[in-house]
């Protein structure tokens, strides 16, 4: 953990000591940061861990810029053999040693393995000979060029601690553009107990039909924008992942400040690390409180904006061919 210096913690609003804090976690290339205090970095920091687990297959793919740490493998099983694989942004290893061994009419082993070095296939040629005896030098190659087909992998995304972080995220983007007092108002008391106590309702809600104006074709982005409507003078905001995942947060069910507050909006690269140019023109829709809960959309509707979002993923990969990542309707 970073050295704590006294400040103003967009958290629990109190001077305290305090430590940045990613708005979008840096594991998956977040790069602005706000003040927490250690306590509630704390309290938040296992809902950030769960929501960069669910998306950390895409972070390796892509290969991210991460401003610290590197992007970790992650683990498939090959359908047909049940052979596990690591796989990262250049390619894959096995993730174990294959050894059989077959033994000849003299009984003398004649050995078949797949090692992952040529001090690793040392090791265990050594270790065959030392409980078998001698054999024929007949192994060559260790690391044959891997060919996947079809592969498993554990994967969902969803769930309040995930939710969190998404709130998390938007919410802190607003306190790092917003006044002090505003942000530190009873306001927004409802989604601070949400995000750093776990209470209340969930405020957050996948939404892929009030989303689509944050959607790029041309590049995974990561994407906030905080809507102010001032009609129903309710406070949303939208969040999304890799121009894939896609959130409406309830921000504040009503503000009481008679003022145009403009929307917020920034754009994120996370293969490059560089804002975004916004589009010319983005209008942000105005919803209900309903509508920003509970979006009415079709299974059928966001699993195709899921798919469109993977493919365009898929084409940004640099590693095996015809990689693909999949994630169970939740």
Not at 22 to 30: D, R, Y
Not at 113 to 138: D, H, Q, T
Not at 158 to 175: D, E, I, Q
Request: glycine share 6%.
């Amino acid at each position: 953990m970073q050295n704590l210096q006294d400040g103003y913690c967009n958290g629990c609003n109190q001077l305290r000591p305090v430590i940045e804090d990613h708005i979008i976690p840096q594991a998956i290339g977040g790069i602005l940061t706000v003040f927490l205090c250690a306590e509630c970095h704390k309290k938040i920091h296992a809902s950030d861990t769960e929501l960069t687990k669910s998306l950390h297959p895409i972070a390796t793919l892509l290969d991210v810029k991460r401003e610290r740490g590197e992007n970790k493998p992650f683990r498939v099983k090959q359908v047909e053999t049940d052979h596990e694989f690591d796989i990262n942004s250049e390619g894959g290893c096995r993730a174990h040693p294959e050894v059989n061994i077959k033994f000849d009419h003299n009984g003398r082993p004649n050995p078949d393995v797949r090692a992952r070095s040529e001090n690793e296939l040392k090791n265990i040629v050594n270790g065959i000979r030392n409980k078998y005896g001698p054999f024929p030098e007949s192994m060559k190659t260790v690391s044959e060029p891997i060919i996947l087909g079809q592969v498993e992998y554990d994967n969902t995304i969803g769930g309040r601690p995930t939710f969190r972080s998404v709130a998390k995220t938007a919410y802190l983007f607003l306190a790092n553009r917003f006044p002090t007092d505003k942000i530190s108002s009873e306001v927004f008391s409802t989604v601070r107990d949400f995000i750093f106590n776990d209470k209340g309702d969930s405020l957050v809600h996948f939404d892929f039909i009030h989303t689509q104006f944050m959607y790029d074709s041309l590049r995974p982005v990561h994407g906030i924008a905080i809507h102010f409507d001032t009609q129903k003078h309710n406070i949303v905001g939208y969040v999304q992942y890799f121009s894939t995942f896609r959130f409406s947060i309830l921000l504040a069910r009503s503000f009481p400040w008679e003022i145009a507050i403009p929307d917020l909006l920034y754009y994120l690269n996370p293969l490059s690390g560089e804002e975004v140019p916004l589009k010319p023109s983005i209008n942000l829709p105005d919803v209900t409180i309903e509508e920003c809960l509970t979006p009415c959309q079709t299974t059928h509707f966001v699993n195709s904006e899921i798919e469109k979002g993977l493919k365009q993923l898929d084409s940004h990969c640099k590693s095996i061919s015809n990689t693909t990542i999949e994630f169970p309707d939740k």
